[in-house]
């Protein structure tokens, strides 16, 4: 398993922005599809946004569609989630997730490798 650390999260007032970061351990990162699921308080885990490894081909949840975007940089081993216009709503402890293979998911089961998660509050 490879081994996820995220940085970027903190409190932003609700229209600004926030970039979220995923460092992998890695060497072969450039392998992994990868992707962004968050958790808000008594709520379930919910899919944010995924990046294949092979294309680039991403993926997003209606929810964040136009106002988050996901990249990655292979050669420093880190994807990125950059989110503009946050709303109250997008409150969440944030974590990326690592999957071998080409193909993206919206499931949480399907990825293998998991960082700890960083706290993302918007405020009203």
């Known amino acids: 398993q490879v081994q996820l650390v995220e940085s970027g999260g903190g409190v932003v007032q609700a229209g600004g922005p926030l970039r979220l970061s995923c460092a992998a351990s890695?060497?072969?990162?450039?392998?992994?599809?990868m992707a962004w699921f968050r958790q808000a308080p008594v709520k379930q885990r919910e899919f944010v946004a995924a990046?294949?490894?092979?294309?680039?081909?991403?993926d997003y949840a209606d929810s964040v569609k136009g106002r988050f975007t996901i990249s990655r940089d292979n050669a420093k081993n880190t994807v990125y989630l950059q989110m503009n216009s946050l709303k109250p709503e997008d409150t969440a402890v944030y974590s990326c997730?690592?999957?071998?293979?080409?193909?993206?998911?919206?499931?949480?089961?399907?990825?293998?490798?998991w960082g700890q998660g960083t706290q993302v509050t918007v405020s009203s």
């Open positions: 990046i294949t490894w092979r294309s680039s081909i991403t």
């Open positions: 890695e060497r072969s990162f450039y392998m992994y599809t």
């Open positions: 997730a690592a999957r071998g293979g080409s193909s993206r998911s919206r499931y949480p089961t399907d990825y293998a490798s």
